[in-house]
């Protein structure tokens, strides 16, 4: 911690002293040499990173994490769990592995001298969001855990049920379509998917809630009255599972995210049949939080998308090139400062083909400053699985946005939580129900008890199977960011696990 603070203090302390005594032709050449230098190392892992995203302060808070990572000399300490070795068995790399101290100090002179004062702004504000959701009828489940820590929701929409699991509990319980808890299953710690389509049903858990490389993660079948038999064990915080056969024996396999810390994994694992899995790598790092499978060049082979979101950020198409191969093609990328962390595949104007509706807005790192680039974004797919940016819609801190069609017109609506929003002046945007009126325009509405949670999870579907779109929102109580005093009182003194919007339009 010590190191931490004196690096910072030196990055601000030797940006002032330079800027007083050495803003000459001098200080332009050292910080012309940064931007080089940030362009050849920074660039060689990942987008580059432009420091007109962030303002001096916020720089000042991420470079001494980047620095670590660089293994930048005198700073670099693989012994710190929260270090570049995450909680891994780790030994000091060598002198020569080590990032020159002289060239990273002209890399932080350029981005201190080139990064905004304050933290800029959005462009363009959207009208207010409307409180009062038209044709949806509220309900909360309170009282099942102390402190809620909701990492998963599900509609059952073809039994008429909820299922959500805590972190804190180690239960996966079940609900009615009025949120009475009907039954519960044991499940490992940190539970965020599950295989509805499966009897039993495969869960994915985490293994760990806080940011670590352990192997602690695993699928494991959920049984009634006994524990979680595993499946497959061993994974790097795991947060998502896709099933396809893959290789075409007629076997079913399946496609995990090992979002881990700084160490984690894309890998599909292979049914090599007596409940055994052989696992192969797609890409070998941190960071991957979705996917889906598909076949984007009509080959009759089904292909994997996936969002990885931990420094090279960025979203995939593994091409199945039959026998067990794939062929990785990037399709968008990321800035690192993005915070990416949900994506799924829609046709949202209509054409046949499947575009991106994508988010960003995860700020639980060490820049937890409001972030103009956060929000929702539409890549529209030109038939040749290209994909443009067609819309953004701005919201702080967006952790979530799925597309449905909310109010039964026939165009693709879309509904968004936020973790991270601007709790003082705009916390209704946790939650907002954007109604497409045409030509990338919506209205935005959101409902009367909007603080009652703090919404990290959601899932929407027919719950009830009337015919209409509900939605089902988690929350935990966590505090990060900036959230005001008075509402981590009112979460932590009495917040419900789950809230459920029912629309009752077709009823209506």
Not at 95 to 124: C, G, H, S
Request: hydrophobic share 40%.
């Amino acid at each position: 911690m010590k190191v931490k603070l004196f690096f910072a203090a030196l990055i601000l302390s030797g940006f002032l002293v330079y800027c007083n005594t050495g803003c000459t032709d001098s200080r332009e050449k050292v910080i012309k040499e940064g931007k080089e230098l940030a362009h050849v190392y920074c660039a060689s892992c990942h987008a580059f990173p432009d420091p007109a995203m962030l303002n001096k302060i916020a720089w000042s808070d991420v470079l001494p994490k980047i620095a670590e990572l660089m293994r930048v000399d005198a700073y670099y300490n693989p012994f710190d769990i929260s270090g570049p070795e995450g909680d891994q068995p780790a030994t000091r790399a060598a002198k020569d592995q080590l990032f020159p101290y002289e060239k990273w100090e002209k890399i932080v002179k350029y981005y201190m001298a080139t990064a905004p004062v304050n933290q800029p702004a959005r462009i363009k504000e959207l009208p207010p969001v409307e409180t009062g959701l038209k044709n949806f009828a509220i309900h909360s489940l309170y009282n099942k855990v102390d402190i809620p820590f909701t990492t998963m929701v599900k509609m059952d929409t073809v039994r008429r049920r909820i299922l959500f699991a805590d972190g804190n509990a180690q239960e996966l319980f079940i609900s009615d379509t009025r949120l009475k808890v009907i039954d519960s299953f044991r499940v490992f710690t940190g539970a965020t998917d599950i295989n509805l389509e499966k009897n039993p049903a495969p869960v994915i858990s985490m293994g760990i809630l806080k940011p670590s490389d352990g192997k602690l993660g695993k699928l494991a079948l959920a049984l009634k009255g006994k524990d979680p038999v595993i499946i497959i064990d061993s994974l790097q915080r795991p947060v998502h599972s896709s099933y396809a056969d893959l290789n075409g024996d007629q076997k079913e396999d399946i496609v995990i995210s090992e979002f881990g810390f700084r160490h984690g994994a894309l890998a599909w694992f292979e049914n090599v049949g007596k409940d055994h899995y052989e696992k192969h790598l797609l890409r070998d790092l941190p960071g991957a939080t979705r996917t889906e499978v598909f076949d984007f060049n009509l080959d009759g082979k089904p292909d994997i998308i996936a969002l990885m979101a931990q420094a090279d950020e960025g979203i995939f198409i593994y091409y199945n090139e039959g026998n067990g191969k794939f062929r990785e093609e990037r399709v968008l990328q990321f800035s690192p400062e993005y915070g990416s962390n949900y994506f799924q595949l829609v046709d949202f104007n209509g054409d046949g083909l499947m575009d991106i509706l994508a988010t960003n807005g995860d700020n639980a790192d060490y820049s937890m400053v409001l972030k103009a680039f956060h929000g929702i974004r539409i890549f529209l797919n030109d038939g040749t699985n290209h994909f443009t940016e067609k819309t953004f819609l701005p919201v702080y801190g967006v952790q979530k946005a799925v597309p449905a069609d909310i109010d039964n017109d026939g165009d693709m609506d879309i509904v968004s939580i936020s973790f991270f929003p601007d709790y003082e002046k705009h916390p209704e945007e946790s939650f907002v129900v954007w109604e497409n009126t045409g030509n990338s325009n919506f209205r935005r509405f959101t409902f009367e008890g909007v603080t009652d949670g703090r919404w990290i999870t959601l899932d929407v579907g027919d719950m009830d199977r009337d015919g209409d779109q509900d939605i089902i929102l988690g929350n935990a109580v966590m505090k990060f960011g900036k959230v005001p005093a008075a509402l981590m009182e009112k979460w932590n003194m009495h917040s419900p696990s789950v809230v459920l919007l029912e629309n009752t339009m077709i009823n209506n």
